[in-house]
T-cell receptor
């Protein structure tokens, strides 16, 4: 079935560190891939999406590249800030408006 | 940005009782969704709803669950009767259109505890 795997449950960094959160997917069709961010007390909000192989999604300094060969969509940011502390979800959809979420990665950035 | 509201934020209820979770979607949106997240687990799709009808539901959407949006008011999820395994955070979402380019906007969730 369709699923998303995030390797890291929690990531702790200092400001200006480089961030990588790994995401791999399994899908029956050709999925659209998403990264969502969730701040405390709020629902998930879309960070960006990508729908084709080699397409790069980006927003607020975060980016990820759709890689069909390795079925991956890893999230990266060159220099994190304390305000980036949140839960990040990798997700996919195969066109039926049903979103499959990963387990989420708690990012903690210390000043 | 557009906001989805959910009422209440927390609900504690005894097993076997009925509960209604309320969602106030973005005003011009046409498609509505419920997702369920058990503590420590993935957020999972329950159901989507358009034009007064359930379009698709998952295996998690048991017979005890129902959804409706009477007269453009709240989009509701009703559970009757509740069971212990219904304890979770329930997220409502809405979108303007259908398809992967129609962004789903999520509410902050209702934490349901069934005792």
């Amino acid at each position: 079935g369709d699923s998303v795997t995030q390797t890291e449950g929690q990531v702790a960094l200092s400001e200006e560190d480089f961030l990588t959160i790994h995401c791999n997917y399994s899908a029956s069709g050709y999925p659209t891939l998403f990264w969502y961010v969730q701040y405390p007390g709020e629902g998930p909000q879309l960070l960006f999406r990508a729908s084709r192989d080699k397409e790069k999604g980006s927003s607020r300094g975060f980016e990820a590249t759709y890689d069909k060969g390795t079925t991956s969509f890893h999230l990266r940011k060159a220099s994190v800030q304390e305000s980036d502390s949140a839960v990040y979800y990798c997700a996919l959809s195969v066109g039926n408006n049903r979103i499959f979420f990963g387990d989420g990665t708690q990012l903690v950035v210390k000043p | 940005g557009p906001k989805v509201l959910q009422i209440p934020s927390h609900q504690i209820i005894d097993m076997g009782q009925m509960v209604t979770l309320n969602c106030d979607p973005v005003s011009n949106h046409l498609y509505f969704y419920w997702y369920k997240q058990i503590l420590g687990q993935q957020m999972e799709f329950l159901v989507n709803f358009y034009n007064g009808k359930v379009m698709e539901k998952s295996k998690l959407f048991k017979d005890q669950f129902s959804v409706e949006r009477p007269d453009g008011s709240y989009f509701t999820l009703k559970i009757q009767p509740t069971a212990l395994e219904d304890s979770a955070v329930y997220f409502c979402a809405s979108s303007w259109d259908w398809g992967d380019y129609a962004e789903q906007f999520f509410g902050p969730g209702t934490r349901l505890t069934v005792l």
